[in-house]
Every structure is written in structure tokens, then in C-alpha cells.
């Protein structure tokens, strides 16, 4: 599948639901209303949507949320998915949680064929933790955690660089993630969804924080891509790697490759635009996949540029309504 800029589109990520068990300051209120559970894609029908996609040259799949592995029965649709992964069709299969559940799932997961994991986590201070997520128990992450690490599953942290929030711990995150062997992520707050926080006070650009990791760490560029956004250096103390996401300060749309499909089965051709296809109809309309095929090319064609998010203090609106729990992080 190629867009109208020549990008080719080999990524899909899948949120397999909007619900969660944290509600995390910069991503969700507190009080969310959910999609009523009748309007979900079964997991077989989204089984057949990444097949399709697969079909249609996907080489990567992340599964996502909401927090993913709160969804029913999840593991079926990661162990149906892995024929694939033996078929070779699919490169890699993995997913980006919370690890509020990852002591229980590590090990399947990675029995399922699952190598490497997006853990999120923005503070290894338990107080804090609790303050950022407004539910999350730190001790069950970090067991979580531990548990990947010992399934062997790869394991990359992603944290998202809140002014005033985190911002003083970047540096013990970046010795912990480096003596467990784990990537470090670091991520700029989009403005996405109302959350009933400000972000322009949490908002803090990473070339700062860069910056700040360079009075105490040899930060060297490399040119490792791991198929998403990241901008990876080799830290030369640590060995490990840290990377940078900044869809705020530097727009990456160029290089984008991925489509991102909601649990009930709508495509946004980007995460900062608004528009969307519906695949759940044509996937619905019959068994065979000619509709929804059709569909998904005609998404492909209407792949937008990029995005325009914006966070000042003119601006002091998301840019997209909806939150990244609905597209999946
Ligand atoms: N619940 C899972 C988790 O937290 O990893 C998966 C879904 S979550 C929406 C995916 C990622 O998006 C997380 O790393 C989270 O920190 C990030 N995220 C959520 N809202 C964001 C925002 N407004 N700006 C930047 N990153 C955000
Ligand atoms: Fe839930 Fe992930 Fe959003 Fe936090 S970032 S509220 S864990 S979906």
C-alpha cells in the first residue's frame, strides 16, 4: 500500500479498546465515558481486519488501547495473530501497555511470538506514579515489569516528559532502564482530548531534556529505527538506548508509515487529523474480504500530509478532540 506522498505503509496499530484501568493525567479524565461494548469488533472480527491488512503488505502490528490487555480474552486474538509471525507474512507482533497486567501475561505473551514490548511508565517513585496515573498501583507495574524481563521479552519505557511532573527523575530513569538492558523513550504530551489538566503547563519540549541528560550522560546519534517515530541515541555509560518521540517540536509525518484502526473498526489515516473510514461496515457486509479490501485502499488514498498540533498558550485547546486512547498510543 502506498499513499499519495509515496510513503508505504507497512505498520498498523490496533487499539482493542478505549477502556482502561488508569486514567493518566495527560490521556485521559477522570470521569470517561466508554463506547457501549456492543459497538466493539469481536476479536475474530479483528483477527480478520489484521489479516486483511497483513494481506495487504502490514509487516508490523502493535496492539494497543485503552490498555490492551484489560480486554477480554486478549490473549486468543495475540495467539490466533502469531500464525502469521510463522507464516513469515508478518514481521513483528507486539503491543504498548500499562503493566498493570503484565505479571500475569509476560509469559504468554511471549509464547504467542511477541519479542518486544512498549511498557509505559513516567515515574519509578510510587507516590508520584499514583499521581500521574490517578489509579495505578506502581508495586504491581514494577512487578510487571520484572516478569517481561524474566519472560525474556525485549523491553522499551516509554515516558512521557511532563514540566514540573517527572522532569527531575529523567536521569535515575535513564540508569534504571540501562541497568535492566531496557530502551528509554521519551515522549512530548500531544494535545489530545480534553483531560482537565492544563497542558501548557505540563507541555516541555525534548530538545530540554536532551539537554539536561547530556550534563551527565554521553549521548551519542544513531540511526537504529525500530519502525516507529524515535530518534534513537546509544547512551556510552549505560550501553543502553534512549530515544526521543517529538511530534511537537519535530514533525515526523514524512516518514510516516502507519494507519491506526479503533476497536470499533474506524482507520485514521493519522493520529493529529480528524478524518476516518469506517472498515467495520464493509467487513460486516460479507464473509468474503473484496469490500473491505476496497475500503482499505480507498483509506490509503486519503492518507493526509501530517499533522498540525499545536500547544501555546493561544492554543490552549486539544487539536484533535478525541483521546489517545481512542487511536491507541
Ligand atoms: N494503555 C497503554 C499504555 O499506557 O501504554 C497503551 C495506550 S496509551 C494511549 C499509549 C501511549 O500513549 C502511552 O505511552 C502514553 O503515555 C501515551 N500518551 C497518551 N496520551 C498522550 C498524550 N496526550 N501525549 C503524548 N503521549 C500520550
Ligand atoms: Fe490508560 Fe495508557 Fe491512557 Fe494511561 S496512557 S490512561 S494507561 S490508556
Known sequence: MIDPFGRSISYLRVSVTDRCDLRCVYCMSEDMT??????????????????????LGV??????????????NVMS?????????????????????????????AAPLKAAGVAR?????????????????RWGNHAEVMNGIAAAKDAHLKVKINTVALRGVNDDEFDDMLAWTGANGFDLVFIETMPMGETGT???EQYLPLSMVRAKLARRW??????DNTGGPARYTRCIETGGRVGFITPMT??????????????????????????????RAPLRA????????????????RKPKGHDFIIDRRHNKPSVNRHMSVTGG
Do not use: W
Not at 480478520?48 to 497483513?54: G, K, L, T
Not at 514490548?117 to 496515573?133: C, E, G, M, P, Y
Not at 514533525?251 to 476497536?263: A, G, H, I, K
Not at 460479507?286 to 475500503?295: K, Y
Open 286 to 301: 460479507s464473509e468474503s474480504d473484496e469490500r473491505l479490501i476496497a475500503a482499505i485502499h480507498n483509506a490509503i488514498a
Open 117 to 133: 514490548i512498549n511498557v509505559s511508565l513516567d515515574s519509578l517513585d510510587a507516590a508520584r506514579f499514583k499521581a500521574i496515573t
Open 34 to 55: 466508554f463506547l457501549p461494548k456492543k459497538d466493539l469488533l469481536t476479536l475474530e472480527e479483528l483477527d480478520r481486519m489484521c489479516s486483511a491488512f497483513i494481506g
Open 198 to 200: 492544563d497542558r501548557t
Open 218 to 223: 554521553t549521548l551519542k546519534d544513531i540511526s
Open 77 to 105: 486474538l495475540f495467539n490466533s495473530l502469531s500464525r502469521h509471525l510463522v507464516s513469515g507474512d508478518l514481521q513483528e507482533l507486539t503491543l504498548t501497555t500499562n503493566g498493570t497486567q503484565l505479571a500475569q501475561y
Open 59 to 72: 509487516k508490523k502490528l502493535r496492539i494497543t488501547g485503552g490498555e490492551p490487555l484489560v480486554r477480554k
Open 250 to 279: 519535530h514533525n515526523f509525518c514524512e516518514s510516516c508509515n502507519r494507519v491506526r484502526l479503533t476497536c470499533t473498526g474506524q482507520l485514521y489515516m493519522c493520529l493529529g487529523q480528524d478524518d476516518v473510514a469506517d472498515l
